[in-house]
């Protein structure tokens, strides 16, 4: 009867460590499929902010690429919207399975909102390169007809606000010269007795012939500008420096205008800038000692 005992003891025993061993390699795997799904987690994270930053990124080109600031103003606001969910999203730890699941859904979101502002876009751009085309078109035409006939006044202003921006002056070869007493190039602006502004007008065949004015504008390192009057910019009066009337007949010219110094002027930054009926046409910086 001991002998049975025993025998029912050890076989209880066996099985009481077949089950524990059993339960103790359950307990393993499930830890070993939990650590496995918290890693393709992770790497899905992982996966999704890439995604939200390569948007943000795109937004950014795409702005680079259009100058409607209407639909710039609407990229910004998807742009700023991508960045926050991407906030969320590394916010997110990866056990949170119903907030990575509704980034996941946003990002779909954003993912196609994306697509559809790219064929926007391109749209637009295909549109901007017609008009382009079109718009060197008319000014060869212009400039071929300029060259036929003196007598088309009525045509180019029927075609003047086509080619407005083609028209515009513009003041290249910029130049700022203090000069001494004997009309030399001073080394120091302290010995400036007076200041050369050159610069040309670019040509261009597209712009009317006639009388125009130029006025020039010198603002000193402390941000006064040297003043002799005022003229109308933006709907606002600014002061100017100099101003010289030229006539312009289409072809390049040189435009020389000299500001008398009776102040003190010390070194630094000089800008210079010229104007031309409402427009800014050129700017540069100087460096003086």
């Not at 990229?75 to 990866?94: A, G, N, P, V, Y």
């Not at 513009?170 to 030399?184: C, F, S, V, W």
């Not at 712009?207 to 006025?215: D, E, L, P, Q």
């Not at 402390?222 to 606002?236: A, Q």
């Amino acid at each position: 009867m001991r002998k049975v005992w025993i025998t029912v003891a050890v076989v209880a025993v066996v099985g009481l460590l077949v089950l524990v061993a059993w339960l103790y390699t359950g307990l393993q795997q499930q830890r070993e499929a939990y650590e496995e799904m918290q890693e393709l987690a992770a790497l899905d994270k992982q996966e999704m902010e890439n995604e939200y930053e390569r948007f943000t990124l795109q937004y950014s080109e795409m702005m680079t690429q259009i100058n409607n600031d209407s639909i710039v103003a609407q990229l910004t606001q998807e742009q700023m919207r991508t960045q926050q969910l991407l906030e969320e999203l590394k916010q997110t730890k990866t056990n949170d399975a119903r907030e990575i699941a509704r980034l996941k859904k946003e990002l779909a979101t954003v993912r196609e909102v994306l697509r559809s502002y790219i064929r926007q876009v391109d749209s637009l751009n295909q549109v901007n390169e017609i008009l382009r085309s079109e718009n060197l078109q008319i000014r060869d035409e212009l400039a071929a007809s300029n060259r036929e006939k003196a007598g088309l006044a009525s045509e180019k202003a029927s075609l003047s606000e086509k080619v407005a921006i083609a028209a515009q002056l513009d003041a290249t070869g910029i130049t700022m010269t203090p000069l001494n007493k004997r009309q030399k190039a001073a080394k120091k602006m302290k010995d400036c007795k007076q200041i050369e502004v050159r610069f040309q007008i670019a040509k261009n065949v597209t712009a009317a012939n006639g009388v125009r004015t130029f006025y020039v504008r010198i603002q000193t390192p402390n941000g006064n500008v040297l003043s002799s009057g005022s003229f109308s910019y933006e709907n606002k009066q600014i002061e100017y420096s100099m101003k010289k009337s030229v006539e312009y007949t289409g072809e390049e010219v040189t435009v020389f205008t000299y500001w008398n110094v009776d102040e003190f002027l010390s070194g630094g930054d000089y800008r210079v800038s010229i104007f031309a009926e409402g427009n800014m046409i050129g700017t540069k910086t100087f460096t003086f000692k």
